[in-house]
C-alpha cells in the first residue's frame, strides 16, 4: 500500500463547475498537508499549505484535512480553463522528507 | 514563496556523456535543496537532499556516484548526471524549502534530459 493514494484521473469538467480532488494516506504521523498545481513540462506550484486538520480558503480554492479519516481535499470553485493541469497532494511528518501523491490531470472545457 | 530557477530547461545528450544541472535560490538563501525525478503521468521521487556545504544525503536506490550532487553556496546547488544513459531520460527537478519549513517547498520550472 502506498502511503498516499491519489486517482490519476483524467477528470474533465465544464467551465464554471466546482472541482473535488482528494487523497488519502495511510501514515498518521503526516501533519502538514500541501497542494501542488502542475502545468505540462513545468515545475510544481505551491496552492495550498495546511498544518493538522481544518479548511483553508484562498480564493477560489479550499483545502480540507480530516486526519480522523486520513483524507484530504482540495476544492475549486469557478472553474476555469487556466485550471487545466495536474494537482499533486503532498504531506510530511516533519522535517525533510515530503511524499507526494501521483497527482490529477484536470481538463477545465470552456 | 522563494524563486527558483533552473537551467538549462531541457537538454539533449549523447549516451555515456555528462550533464550538469544547475539550481539556484534567486531571492532566498538555502542551506538545503531537494532534487526529485518525474517520469512521465508519475509523481515526484525524491533523489536526494542537498546540504550546502556538506554531502548530499540520497534516497535509498540512487547511485551517489552516478547522480553527483554539488551544493557549494546558498544560493547554488547543481546535480551531474555521470555517464548518462537512455534510462536516465527524466524531468529533473529542484526545490528548496520555505520560511514555514522545509514542508513548504517551492520548486524549479525543471530541466528535461533527454539521453540518446
Known amino acids: 500500500q502506498k502511503e498516499v493514494e491519489q486517482d490519476p484521473g483524467p477528470l474533465s469538467v465544464p467551465e464554471g463547475a466546482i472541482v473535488s480532488l482528494n487523497c488519502t494516506y495511510s501514515?498518521?504521523?503526516?501533519?502538514?498537508f500541501m497542494w501542488y498545481r502542475q502545468y505540462s513540462r513545468k515545475g510544481p506550484e505551491l496552492l495550498m499549505y495546511t498544518y493538522s486538520s481544518g479548511n483553508k480558503e484562498d480564493g477560489r480554492f479550499t483545502a480540507q484535512v480530516d486526519k480522523s479519516s486520513k483524507y484530504i481535499s482540495l476544492f475549486i470553485r469557478d472553474s476555469q480553463p487556466s485550471d487545466s493541469a495536474t494537482y499533486l497532494c503532498?504531506?510530511?511528518?516533519?522535517?525533510?522528507?515530503?511524499?507526494f501523491g501521483a497527482g490529477t490531470r484536470l481538463f477545465v472545457k470552456a | 514563496g522563494a524563486v527558483v530557477s533552473q537551467h538549462p530547461s531541457w537538454v539533449i545528450c549523447k549516451s555515456g556523456t555528462s550533464v550538469k544541472i544547475e539550481c539556484r535560490s534567486l531571492?532566498?538563501?538555502?542551506?538545503?535543496m531537494f532534487w526529485y525525478r518525474q517520469f512521465p503521468k508519475q509523481s515526484l521521487m525524491l533523489m536526494a537532499t542537498s546540504n550546502e556545504g556538506s554531502k548530499a544525503t540520497y534516497e535509498q536506490g540512487v547511485e551517489k556516484d552516478k547522480f553527483l550532487i554539488n551544493h557549494a553556496s546558498l544560493t547554488l546547488s547543481t546535480l551531474t548526471v555521470t555517464s548518462a544513459h537512455p534510462e536516465d531520460s527524466s524531468f529533473y527537478i529542484c526545490?528548496?524549502?520555505?520560511?514555514?519549513?522545509?514542508?513548504?517547498?517551492?520548486f524549479g520550472p525543471g530541466t528535461r534530459l533527454t539521453v540518446l
Open positions: 526545490s528548496v524549502g520555505g520560511l514555514a519549513g522545509y514542508n513548504e517547498q517551492f
Open positions: 503532498a504531506m510530511s511528518a516533519g522535517g525533510f522528507k515530503t511524499i
Open positions: 531571492d532566498f538563501q538555502a542551506t538545503t
Open positions: 501514515n498518521s504521523a503526516f501533519q502538514y
